[in-house]
């Protein structure tokens, strides 16, 4: 049974005390495994922000730490008008960063309220992979490419999430999220762009339908190189609604391949999304 003192040392910073230097709680928003995220007060600015501060019984583990700091070195350093706007990052007195508040609707809300038409998927499509070209030309992957980690304020798609962002090559195997990540994401090798062209097609595949492709609880089988094998039978990638335009259809069936060297480049996707956003 946890003592009192660890765990009041582990409770909520209550609202209106200091989270960090200059920074006061407004209101606890989220309690994650490694983060807790506030809405807070920035003194300096004057103005409301998201504070993500790593919990303190996660502080003693050296890969936690160097991801939150990675994390925070990498959104106050990248600056696009698709990516979440970092602020400020600490090291002390603890892992934590600062971020823009956006006041939108995430996609995936708004998807689960109806799904997206085509033309506006087209749209979407555009703006992430604007994103997407972005890090990779700075060497960077996103790897956890999915609706509830993009905001929509005022038709404008912003990317969220940079904690699993990662260098081509090789990575932690499963590192993702179940249902969006690619097969090569579950073996942890062979990580690229081609990823998150998997990830990117999943989700415009679920903004079009308002489900998975391969499910909810897809995962890959992560004890083989190839071929790789579904744990579950997947449903058929290329079922859309009527209506769909062909070239959405044959774009997003080529983003779901499960060969990473079939997939389309993001070039390739926003020559498509271009031509049916018009």
Known sequence: ???????????????????????????????????????????????????????????????????????????????????????????????????????????????????????????????????????????????????????????????????LAGRPGAGRPGAGTRGYLSPEQALGQGLSPASDVFGLGVTLHECLTGELPFGDEATWESRRRWPLVHRRLPRRPDVLPDGVPREMSDLLAGCLSLDPADRPDLGRVKDVCTALAE
């Open 1 to 163: 049974m946890i003592g009192r003192e660890r765990a009041e040392a582990l409770s909520p910073v209550p609202v209106g005390e200091e989270l960090l230097p200059g920074y006061r709680v407004v209101a606890l928003m989220a309690h994650g495994r490694r983060l807790d995220t506030y809405d807070a007060v920035d003194e300096d600015r004057d103005c409301r922000v998201v504070v993500k501060l790593l919990r303190e019984d996660r502080r003693h583990d050296p890969r936690v730490v160097a991801s939150v700091l990675q994390e925070g070195r990498l959104v106050t350093s990248l600056a696009h008008p698709h990516l979440v706007r970092g602020l400020a990052a600490f090291e002390v007195p603890a892992p934590a960063m600062v971020l823009e508040t956006l006041t939108g609707a995430t996609l995936g809300a708004l998807v689960e309220d109806r799904p997206l038409a085509a033309t506006d998927v087209a749209q979407l499509g555009l703006q992430l992979v604007s994103v997407l070209g972005y890090l990779h030309r700075r060497d960077w992957l996103h790897l956890d490419l999915k609706p509830a980690n993009v905001v929509v304020q005022h038709g404008r798609a912003v990317l969220l999430d940079l904690s």
